[in-house]
Nanobody, 116 residues
């Protein structure tokens, strides 16, 4: 059974930084792409960043230049480094593991609040 456990979400002031972690278990982590999504209440869940199994990354326009996704295959963990945070970055952040022709999984989410 695949499990994803996110951590690192807290209350931070505008302009601050935060690093989210998502630890995976129960799967061959290095073969999977990993995404970070975020969701505001009453809004859809939007893709924030993606890192493929070969390390290729992609970002939503709203976070380019501020957020960095990375992975440590030895630890089966994906990270999201978030800098220059803005109030509009406030959301529940979810990690998502996926691979073509395989079942995909969501983490439980971690709350990030950007407020003074």
């Amino acid at each position: 059974q695949v499990q994803l456990v996110e951590s690192g979400g807290v209350l931070v002031q505008p302009g601050g930084s935060l690093r989210l972690s998502c630890a995976a278990s129960g799967t061959a982590f290095s073969l999977y792409a990993m995404d970070w999504y975020r969701q505001d209440p009453e809004k859809q869940r939007d893709l924030v960043a993606r890192i493929s199994s070969d390390g290729t990354t992609d970002y939503a326009d709203s976070v380019k230049g501020r957020f960095t996704i990375s992975r440590d295959n030895a630890k089966s963990t994906v990270y999201l480094q978030m800098n220059t945070l803005k109030p509009e970055d406030t959301a529940v952040y979810y990690c998502y593991i996926h691979r073509l022709n395989h079942v995909s999984y969501w983490g439980q989410g971690t709350q990030v609040t950007v407020s003074s």
